[in-house]
């Protein structure tokens, strides 16, 4: 799916909804905020976010335990949840989305390259999916901000109505 289809689904279904959605994101750096925007009408749905590319930032900003971020990295699915809670709580969204992964070119803490995941918090729970990407930066951080997106439209069709 092209990330602009993607884009447009996860704001209709939120308007659709008349519910909220905020970001906390590492390696997309911002372009899951970027592209949400771009499409006429968010500005009734998009509370916000946060980009938390340190791990310190991740802890203090979004609200990862620190014991977690210790214990796993930064690049796990248990703390894309915890990022993901973090941007609904912290931002008083209906909806959290999160990204956290490894772009490149190198591998990180272990972690290799391709290694992301991407996870959506909502009223009735968490999601998280992991992806195994190919390609460049640019490919790893457009395929995960498509991904992201298309886990919270499939979590918005999947929820109960919204009280």
């Keep these: ?57 991740k802890a203090r900003l979004a609200g990862v335990p620190e014991g977690l971020l210790a214990e796993r990295g930064p690049v796990d699915g ?15 969204a209906d909806w959290g989305v999160a990204t956290t992964g490894v772009a490149g070119p190198e591998p990180q ?9 991407v996870a959506v918090a909502g009223p009735s ?10 390609g460049n930066r640019a490919a790893i951080r457009t395929e995960s901000v498509t991904a992201v997106l298309q886990l919270l439209t499939d979590s918005l069709r999947s929820a109960p109505p919204a009280a």
């Design 125 to 134: 729970g968490t999601r998280v999916r992991e992806l195994k990407l190919d």
């Design 78 to 92: 248990d703390v894309a949840a915890a990022l993901a809670e973090g941007a609904r709580e912290r931002c008083g």
């Design 109 to 117: 803490d272990g972690k290799p390259v391709g290694l992301v995941f």
């Design 1 to 57: 799916m092209d990330i602009s289809v993607a884009a447009a689904a996860a704001v209709h279904a939120l308007v659709d909804r008349g519910q909220t959605v905020a970001t906390v994101e590492s390696l997309t750096g911002g372009l899951v905020a970027a592209t949400i925007v771009e499409i006429p009408g968010v500005s009734a749905v998009y509370r916000g976010g946060l980009v938390v590319y340190s791990t310190e930032l």
